[in-house]
């Protein structure tokens, strides 16, 4: 019983953590984000001429949608502002990304495995379950509690 009560003191407490852990997960994530984008605009024919040597329908049209969800991601992300909404598209990116490129190369980030893209798909979905958090847009703008 006295450790079912310090520790349900200590999960109390541990919860005025949770809303800058959300920040800084989200702040992480999109500066995660920011680079591929930023690659992928910077050279939009070569990415399309990619997908499209990978087999990917539309290549070009994707291109330009992967590129843009990743810089909205990147914005939204980071003001925590539509959190939820834009997990849900972001998630599809790394969906692809893992079947169209890392599957094959296995688990492991050193050999270009799907590590990093399942590890941002899980925080993606941590953002679509709980919301952005109190230092959010999304807060200010909608109340929105998590």
């Given at each position: 019983m006295l450790f079912k009560n310090i520790y349900m003191e200590f999960s109390r407490l541990s919860e005025y953590g949770?809303?800058?852990?959300?920040?800084?997960?989200?702040?992480?994530?999109?500066?995660?984000?920011?680079?591929?984008a930023m690659m992928k605009w910077k050279d939009i024919g070569s990415v399309a001429e990619w997908f499209g040597s990978m087999g990917i329908p539309f290549p070009t049209l994707?291109?330009?949608?992967?590129a843009s969800t990743e810089v909205l991601g990147v914005v939204l992300l980071t003001l925590g502002l539509l959190t939820r909404a834009i997990s849900i598209p972001l998630i599809?990116?790394?969906?692809?990304?893992?079947?169209?490129?890392?599957?094959?190369?296995?688990?492991?980030?050193?050999?270009?495995?799907?590590?990093?893209?399942?590890?941002?798909?899980?925080?993606?979905?941590?953002?679509f379950s709980h919301g952005a958090g109190k230092f959010s847009l999304d807060r200010f703008i909608f109340g929105e509690k998590s």
């Amino acid at each position: 019983m006295l450790f079912k009560n310090i520790y349900m003191e200590f999960s109390r407490l541990s919860e005025y953590g949770k809303s800058l852990a959300l920040l800084f997960a989200r702040i992480i994530v999109a500066y995660g984000f920011y680079e591929p984008a930023m690659m992928k605009w910077k050279d939009i024919g070569s990415v399309a001429e990619w997908f499209g040597s990978m087999g990917i329908p539309f290549p070009t049209l994707n291109a330009y949608m992967a590129a843009s969800t990743e810089v909205l991601g990147v914005v939204l992300l980071t003001l925590g502002l539509l959190t939820r909404a834009i997990s849900i598209p972001l998630i599809v990116v790394m969906i692809v990304a893992i079947v169209t490129v890392h599957l094959p190369h296995g688990f492991s980030a050193g050999d270009n495995g799907f590590e990093i893209p399942l590890y941002y798909m899980l925080f993606l979905l941590v953002f679509f379950s709980h919301g952005a958090g109190k230092f959010s847009l999304d807060r200010f703008i909608f109340g929105e509690k998590s």
